[in-house]
């Protein structure tokens, strides 16, 4: 299994970024996928996940309204649209994968990538 993030980087406020996690060694439908985040100094945070087959998403409060999480199952790939960025969302975002293609668990405690890094500041 593995997870790679990319399309991190710089961004100013009110700006967006769209984060990808291209997924391989598994079958991606069959798990539902989900981007957590950790900040300088804080805990992993869960941000914001999506079923197996993308009908049902889910986001953290902090996020609603400004992500979009979305996912290509030909492609095998998990995608994060972040619009209206704040400063507050600087972190190491990573993908990650859930148990089951219902997300009964976001995180499966295992696979999980290397994190992109996202920076938001004018």
């Known amino acids: 299994v593995q997870l790679v993030e990319s399309g991190g980087g710089l961004a100013q406020p009110g700006g967006s970024l769209r984060l990808s996690c291209a997924a391989s060694g598994f079958t991606f439908s069959n798990y539902a996928m989900s981007w957590a985040r950790q900040a300088p100094g804080k805990e992993l945070e869960w941000v914001s996940g999506i079923i197996g087959s993308g009908e049902d998403t889910y986001y953290a409060d902090f996020v609603k309204g400004r992500f979009t999480i979305s996912r290509d199952n030909v492609k095998n790939a998990v995608y994060l649209q972040m619009n209206s960025l704040k400063p507050e969302d600087t972190a190491l975002y990573y993908c990650?994968?859930?148990?089951?293609?219902?997300?009964?668990?976001?995180?499966?405690?295992?696979?999980r990538g290397q994190g992109t890094q996202v920076t938001v500041s004018s």
């Open positions: 990650q994968r859930s148990i089951d293609s219902r997300a009964s668990v976001w995180y499966d405690g295992e696979h």
